[in-house]
């Protein structure tokens, strides 16, 4: 009953959040950002006790710092806040119109899409992430937040509702699932009557269960197999630089390096400075035949390694034929997230482009760059794989959706 309550006031607060003002609505998101910032030590304690649990339950080095927050982590999140508040409002805009036969006018306007559940795990700046975005679009949100980061969600959720309650808003267009039970999510995701669309982010096996289960409509990206291709063509200096940002940087996010693939008419020169650089940096490696007869000390890649998402310091390495072979590769194995070539022929990088049928497609630069708030949509939502109504990093523009609207003068159908 309380999920229920939770849902049903989310959509009663949403027809409020809809029809605020642009003003309105950046002036709840200015308060956020000063909550963020003068409540920062709440925000360290709570994730304090977060950290040491997880420490507690041994979970990976990775998974530790998705959830570890700092000042200047925070700082981060509050600079993300600002960037939103200065992104165009989509809400409103009219395009399309046309005067019909009849004399009618008929002509589309963006509007939010309704009630918005973000599933997500241990990351709690998706917490100001989504209700940010979601407010800027007037859309109500509900925030399931993993169990990992639930003390620090709670402070942040505080916040936010504190902001909302400064400018007279109701604080119901962020609903907040406050408990560790994993039953429920399989009652949330049956509530269509209430929660309009759901956006899960996190590891496959969580996003995989709530397609499996909702009963209402789902965007969303399975994992995140990124390649790289280093053509044959290319400098040897950039390339160094971009795959080792895009596998080391952060190596425990979904826009993260997996596979990386390798002409072979430059796989003997290039391959063991990669290896010396990912040594240094304690990646392992894990090789095809052909990498193998020239780096003899690294692990055989498996089937299952060209399908892995990682998350962790380590890389598949294969070496293909030509840039054709390549793309064959990414559509075999690769999971339509973002994937990259480092070259300098234009042809190749254009047919690159073209080709490959992912949502991100990055032409001498990291797969890192497949962010939100990297592409200038000041944060993300999550990152959408699905081909209908939003792919790739999802912002302000994908949280609305688009209505008819005429307009007549007394018109009537012969």
Not at 3 to 32: G, H, R, V
Not at 72 to 80: G, N, S
Not at 132 to 154: D, H, I, M, P, Y
Request: with cysteine; hydrophobic share 40%; glycine share 6%.
């Amino acid at each position: 009953m309380e999920l229920l309550q939770i849902a049903q006031s989310s959509k009663t607060a949403f027809y409020e959040i809809s029809k605020l003002s642009t003003y309105e609505k950046n002036e709840i998101l200015k308060n956020i950002k000063t909550g963020l910032i003068n409540n920062t030590a709440n925000i360290l304690s709570a994730n304090k006790l977060d950290i040491t649990a997880a420490e507690k339950k041994g979970l990976s080095a990775a998974m530790i710092d998705r959830l570890l927050l700092t000042d200047q982590r925070i700082k981060k999140i509050a600079d993300c806040v600002d960037e939103i508040i200065a992104l165009p409002d989509p809400v409103g805009e009219i395009s399309d119109m046309q005067i019909r036969p009849s004399g009618i006018k008929v002509g589309r306007m963006r509007v939010p899409i309704g009630v918005i559940l973000i599933i997500f795990e241990a990351r709690p700046n998706v917490t100001i992430d989504a209700a940010t975005l979601c407010l800027k679009s007037g859309n109500s949100v509900v925030l399931k937040g993993g169990s990992e980061a639930l003390n620090t969600n709670r402070e942040l959720v505080k916040i936010i509702k504190n902001a909302l309650i400064q400018n007279n808003i109701n604080p119901d267009c962020v609903g907040f699932v406050d408990t560790a039970d994993r039953s429920a999510l399989a009652q949330l995701l049956k509530l269509n009557e209430y929660i309009d669309l759901v956006i899960p982010r996190g590891g496959e096996s969580l996003i995989r269960a709530v397609v499996e289960q909702s009963t209402i409509p789902v965007i969303k990206h399975y994992k995140g197999v990124c390649h790289t291709f280093i053509d044959a063509n290319f400098d040897k200096k950039s390339a160094l630089e971009i795959i080792y940002n895009a596998k080391v940087q952060r190596p425990g996010v979904c826009n993260a390096m997996e596979t990386l693939l390798i002409h072979s008419a430059v796989a003997s020169e290039i391959l063991p400075e990669i290896k010396q650089m990912y040594d240094n940096a304690k990646v392992e490696l894990f090789g095809c035949e052909k990498t193998l007869k020239i780096l003899k000390d690294i692990k055989p890649a498996t089937e299952d390694d060209w399908y892995a998402e990682y998350l962790d310091l380590k890389l598949a390495v294969k070496i293909v034929e030509s840039i054709d072979e390549a793309i064959v590769h990414i559509h075999k194995y690769g999971s339509a997230h973002t994937d990259a070539i480092i070259t300098n022929d234009y042809y190749n990088a254009e047919k690159f482009l073209r080709e490959v049928d992912s949502s991100t497609v990055i032409v001498n630069a990291s797969t890192r760059f497949s962010d939100g708030n990297e592409f200038g949509l000041g944060a993300e939502i999550g990152i959408s794989t699905d081909k209908l109504h939003a792919r790739g990093p999802m912002g302000i523009r994908e949280l609305t959706t688009l209505k008819f609207i005429v307009y007549g003068s007394g018109q009537i159908r012969k």
